[in-house]
């Protein structure tokens, strides 16, 4: 993908579970030529650091990303989890109304949690497809982070068939699908049902540390 812009969508600083600073991030991204760079912190009260993380989050990247602004764009976005299949974000009020980008995601899944051990792979799939299904016509949601992926990754493959679903559904309500190497791989297949459908992308490294900012623009690029 030759005019892929320079993005990076999904990224992590220790406001939450990255390993380095906001300023970090944004020096990084600009040193390797990052145009549009998005902090995509989690919400999840495990993850996060202090009960007034969200106000310190918000003011450091308001405060940091008018140096490099001629350069870069730096937008305050968010993770965020959904809690139910009525489409219940994990994220308070100021959050939502606060936040640029709402990268929206299936984690733990609803009446399940994080311990997938013993669960039914055909119930995995079920209940990330439906998951999926909501955020794509969730009124709060920019982007739908890793589709597919945490059933994937922790269960059993997600049906190339049912991702393309969620495409179909994300482009009739103007939701970007993210393409991220941490969990798609290989890429391609997913790319190729995304651009049959000329749905949005949104190109996200699950970039927990500095060194993988622009990993998804990379493997994107090469394809």
């Known amino acids: 993908m ?3 812009p320079r993005w990076e969508y999904h990224l992590h600083s220790d406001f939450s579970d990255g390993a380095s600073s906001v300023a970090e991030g944004i020096a990084t991204a600009r040193a390797r030529g ?11 009260p495990e993850l996060v650091h202090g009960p007034d993380w969200f106000a310190r989050y918000a003011d450091t990247v308001r405060s940091l990303r008018g140096a490099v602004a001629g350069d870069m764009e730096v937008i305050l976005g968010l993770e965020v989890p959904l809690v ?15 936040a640029e980008f709402i990268l929206g995601a299936v984690h733990a899944y609803p009446g399940h949690g994080w311990n997938l051990s013993g669960i ?8 990330e ?8 016509e969730h ?23 049912l991702f393309e679903r969620v ?11 993210e393409l991220n190497p941490a969990y798609h791989e ?10 049959r459908h000329a749905v949005l992308i949104s190109p996200g490294s699950n970039a927990h540390h500095p060194e993988h900012i622009g990993l998804a623009w990379r493997v994107l690029r090469a394809l």
Do not use: N, S, W
């Not at 990052?34 to 999840?44: N, S, V, Y």
């Not at 994990?90 to 606060?98: C, F, I, K, S, V």
């Not at 949601?141 to 059933?151: E, L, R, T």
């Not at 495409?167 to 699908?177: L, P, Q």
């Open 167 to 177: 495409v179909v559904r994300a482009k009739a309500f103007g939701k970007a699908i």
């Open 120 to 127: 039914d792979p055909a119930l995995a799939i079920e209940l």
């Open 2 to 4: 030759e005019l892929l």
């Open 129 to 136: 497809f439906q998951g999926l299904m909501t955020l794509a």
């Open 139 to 161: 009124p709060l949601v920019d982007a739908i982070a890793h589709p597919g992926g945490v059933c994937e990754k922790y269960v059993t493959p997600f049906p190339l068939e």
């Open 186 to 195: 290989p890429m391609a297949p997913y790319l190729e049902i995304c651009r």
């Open 84 to 98: 139910d299949f009525a489409g219940t974000l994990l994220a308070d009020e100021r959050m939502l109304a606060e």
């Open 34 to 44: 990052i145009e549009r760079l998005i902090f995509t912190e989690h919400t999840e």
